[in-house]
């Protein structure tokens, strides 16, 4: 069995973890839907790694919102109206950043979490790698949890480990 | 009491701090860190009563925030809200002397049975 099978046999427990976020972040009722329908040529995205310390396996995270979703997303997290394009990328990154803290739980023991990794893209231009994707629809909007088998973690950053330098700053 | 909110993302430090008000806990004083080394110095500069962090963090960790912490002798009420609720967490949390752990994502409810005892 390929590590992808492996993942496709969480499917049910990744759509229910992505509704159950939705549902949190935005505050409105969310669904399980079959496919993404992005709008628009502008996609905003999360990446994230696992980092498995047991079998030094990398798997990624992603979640893909269009632009719309993205600008109601911050909206509703920052509480305004018209959010900037830094609003979009730190609702988008916090967005990924819990969905792919929830994965981790769900599917690993001994595991690392990369920092989110925000982007906005032109949809045109997304390579859509092998992976399980489940789909949510909130506020009429569809979003997207990917997650991806050895992934390549190139750009990402990870929470530092700085304890022992800062304890030896302490007095 | 003066609560300090440690939290990488903008987006997720005004969610907690909405959250608290949700919980029934307004009227407080809230000051802000985006990791855990600002989240130090500023516990060391305006002694809060209770801290409410995040886990992953660039520049420092949540934990290694609170043992630090710890380390220099505070016992300031610590509880994280991080997107991670593993049974390996809680129980690294609380060997640190964490509060305890609240996951993302969360509901008033759970802010309110959490810190209660700590924030009236």
Same mark, same amino acid.
Request: charged fraction near 20%; glycine fraction near 8%; include cysteine.
């Given at each position: 069995?390929s590590?992808?099978?492996?993942? $496709? $046999?969480?499917?049910?427990?990744?759509?229910?973890?992505?509704?159950?976020?939705?549902e949190?972040?935005?505050?409105e009722?969310?669904?399980?839907?079959w $496919?993404?329908?992005?709008?628009?040529?502008?996609?905003?995205? !999360?990446?994230?790694?696992?980092?498995d310390?047991? %079998?030094n396996v990398?798997?990624g995270?992603?979640?893909?919102v269009? %632009?719309?979703?993205?600008?109601?997303?911050?909206g509703?997290?920052?509480? +305004?109206a018209?959010p900037?394009?830094?609003d979009l990328?730190?609702?988008?990154?916090?967005?990924g950043?819990?969905?792919?803290?929830? +994965?981790?739980?769900?599917l690993?023991?001994?595991?690392?979490?990369?920092?989110?990794t925000p982007?906005?893209?032109?949809?045109?231009?997304?390579?859509?790698e092998?992976a +399980?994707?489940?789909?949510g629809?909130?506020?009429g909007q569809?979003?997207?949890?990917?997650?991806?088998p $050895?992934?390549?973690v190139?750009?990402? !950053?990870?929470?530092?480990?700085?304890l022992?330098? +800062?304890?030896e %700053?302490?007095p | 009491?003066?609560?300090l909110?440690a939290?990488?993302s903008r987006?997720?430090?005004?969610?907690?701090?909405? &959250?608290?008000?949700?919980?029934?806990?307004a009227?407080?004083e809230?000051?802000?860190?985006e990791?855990g080394a600002q989240?130090l110095e500023?516990?060391?500069?305006q002694n809060?009563?209770l801290?409410?962090?995040?886990w992953n963090m660039?520049?420092?960790?949540?934990?290694?925030?609170?043992?630090?912490?710890?380390?220099?002798g505070?016992?300031?009420?610590?509880?994280?809200? &991080?997107s991670?609720g593993?049974?390996e967490?809680?129980?690294?949390?609380?060997?640190a002397g964490?509060?305890g752990l609240i996951?993302?994502?969360?509901?008033?409810?759970?802010?309110?049975?959490?810190?209660?005892t700590?924030?009236?």
């Amino acid at each position: 069995m390929s590590v992808l099978d492996e993942l $496709e $046999e969480a499917r049910g427990d990744l759509e229910g973890l992505l509704v159950d976020v939705l549902e949190s972040v935005f505050g409105e009722e969310a669904a399980p839907a079959w $496919e993404a329908e992005f709008g628009g040529t502008r996609i905003a995205r !999360a990446r994230l790694a696992i980092h498995d310390e047991v %079998t030094n396996v990398y798997t990624g995270v992603e979640v893909c919102v269009d %632009t719309v979703t993205a600008r109601l997303l911050a909206g509703r997290m920052l509480n +305004v109206a018209s959010p900037a394009a830094d609003d979009l990328l730190d609702a988008v990154g916090e967005l990924g950043n819990i969905a792919g803290g929830n +994965v981790k739980s769900l599917l690993y023991q001994h595991a690392r979490l990369s920092l989110p990794t925000p982007e906005i893209l032109d949809a045109a231009g997304v390579t859509w790698e092998p992976a +399980v994707r489940v789909h949510g629809v909130v506020l009429g909007q569809t979003v997207e949890l990917a997650v991806l088998p $050895e992934y390549a973690v190139g750009g990402l !950053a990870w929470p530092p480990s700085q304890l022992d330098e +800062v304890l030896e %700053t302490l007095p | 009491m003066k609560i300090l909110v440690a939290d990488d993302s903008r987006a997720m430090r005004m969610i907690v701090i909405r &959250t608290l008000r949700q919980a029934g806990f307004a009227g407080h004083e809230i000051i802000e860190a985006e990791n855990g080394a600002q989240a130090l110095e500023m516990v060391q500069k305006q002694n809060p009563g209770l801290i409410l962090s995040d886990w992953n963090m660039p520049e420092m960790t949540g934990i290694d925030f609170l043992r630090t912490l710890r380390g220099s002798g505070s016992a300031t009420p610590f509880c994280f809200v &991080t997107s991670e609720g593993s049974d390996e967490m809680r129980a690294l949390a609380e060997e640190a002397g964490a509060m305890g752990l609240i996951a993302k994502p969360f509901t008033s409810d759970v802010f309110e049975d959490m810190l209660s005892t700590v924030v009236s």
